[in-house]
């Protein structure tokens, strides 16, 4: 088969490493893909939202599957078009997407199929969302309804904060047009956790659980990130928890998206709090996480292309997930400056061989004049093995600590909540 894979990012290096594995594979290709991805797979410019060039490529080079794996491209339809265009692909639809690409949608379900979530309101008008504000308790959270590359949530710990933030969204449309319509939800206190699915659209497989560390610097401080790093299993999520989560959240989603005749198809990512009232669910994704794809496929041990084509087929109900029982942690190497601006261009000196405990996923990366240099903020994404989560932690910081990069920072402490006890 040949496997297309849509984006430049480590999880999209970890996808065409774990798919490159593959016997049924032929070729690889990705776009755009990254320094690192074109050691394993051929790379064109051609950007993940460039529709039309994208199902050129495809047919030119007789793709078998897309793997559409990021939200923009997901909830822009890219799936429906290739679709249309008669090329298969993996990953939800522009309607199943809206998971992802809407709040209010998610919390609309969550209502109507009694699931766990955050009490709230939807706002699109200012005057009725500030008046709300002045009558609620804080701290609150203001979250823009469409994509905001992660960042359209706001925690804001009074009404002074709130009204500028609502401003920013709404009247200056700070997120563009994702903050046109703003969810204002209650605050949940408690630890996060990831929780991720494959789904066919009846049965949903848990793929494995992770947490990451979204602020930039140790000790999680400093502003709000992508993520810096990640580690799975998450320990936090026990088995019980997992099935309530499964029983109470998981299952009547796949129902709602049934029953609304957008059976939901690909990864399903959930964010969890998991409160002292069980697991609540803060927001769905509906594709992998980057970085925590970097921490759940070098653990899956099954062929990921069958698991695709699988999923399409609508075959889950009898498959059985298996993996490596070591745990797995990534340290994020980024661009010192990220998340704010940064300097591309600078060296960055991997070091050969790295151990066979580890594995080195390159994001944005460019070979310039044979030189390795950071073409964006995360740049390299340091997955290493171990027995425990501390191991792990160990052996990715032994790792990380022998590249050569001035112009990179990382933080010191994935891993922190899991190694504390
Ligand atoms: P979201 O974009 O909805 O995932 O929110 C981003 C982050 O904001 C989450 O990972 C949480 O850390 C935080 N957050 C979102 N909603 C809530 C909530 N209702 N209570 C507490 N924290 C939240
Ligand atoms: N690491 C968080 C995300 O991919 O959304």
Not at 212 to 234: E, F, I, L
Not at 347 to 360: A, F, G, H, Q, W
Request: charged residues 25%; negative net charge; proline residues 4%.
């Amino acid at each position: 088969m040949k496997i297309l894979i849509t984006g430049s990012g480590g999880r999209e290096h970890a996808l065409a490493w774990k798919i490159k594995q593959s016997k049924q594979v032929t070729e690889i290709h990705c776009l755009p893909g990254n320094a690192g991805i074109e050691e394993i797979a051929t790379c064109a410019p051609i950007g993940m939202m460039e529709f039309d060039k994208i199902i050129a490529y495809a047919k030119e080079h007789n793709i078998d599957l897309v793997n559409v794996a990021s939200d923009d491209p997901l909830v822009g339809g890219l799936v429906d078009q290739l679709t249309e265009n008669g090329i298969a692909a993996f990953g939800p639809n522009k309607a199943a997407a809206q998971l992802e690409g809407s709040k209010k949608f998610t919390k609309e379900i969550c209502d109507q199929y009694n699931i766990p979530t955050a009490a709230y309101k939807v706002f699109t008008d200012f005057e009725e969302a500030k008046t709300y504000l002045e009558n609620t308790s804080y701290p609150t959270v203001i979250k823009a309804d469409g994509l905001a590359a992660g960042k359209g949530a706001i925690i804001v710990e009074n009404e002074v904060e709130a009204v500028k933030t609502l401003n920013e969204m709404m009247s200056n449309a700070k997120f563009g047009s994702a903050g046109n319509t703003v969810v204002i939800e209650d605050f949940l206190t408690g630890e996060e956790a990831s929780f991720f699915f494959l789904c066919d659209g009846e049965t949903a497989l848990p793929l494995g659980t992770a947490q990451d560390h979204k602020r930039a610097y140790d000790g999680d401080k400093g502003p709000n990130t992508g993520g810096m790093g990640a580690y799975s299993p998450a320990p936090i999520l026990s088995d019980a928890l997992q099935q309530e989560a499964i029983e109470k959240i998981i299952k009547p989603t796949l129902q709602a998206m049934k029953d609304m005749g957008h059976p939901f198809k690909g990864i399903l990512y959930a964010g969890l709090m998991l409160t002292e009232k069980g697991p609540f669910l803060i927001e769905y994704n509906v594709r992998f996480g980057d970085p925590e794809a970097q921490v759940i496929l070098p653990r899956l041990k099954n062929d990921f292309v069958d698991l695709m084509l699988k999923t399409n087929a609508g075959a889950l109900s009898n498959t059985a997930l298996e993996w490596d029982d070591r745990a797995a942690l990534t340290v994020i190497y980024a661009s010192k400056g990220y998340p704010d601006s940064y300097e591309k261009g600078s060296e960055v000196v991997i070091p050969e061989s790295p151990d066979d405990k580890t594995l080195i996923f390159q994001a944005s990366t460019k070979k310039q004049d044979g030189k390795l240099v950071n073409g964006g903020g995360r740049t390299l994404a340091i997955t290493a093995f171990g027995d425990t989560i501390k191991a792990a932690q160990e052996n990715a910081y032994t790792a990380t600590d022998k590249i050569n990069w001035d112009g990179g920072f990382y933080r010191r402490d994935i891993g922190w909540r899991a190694v504390k006890g």
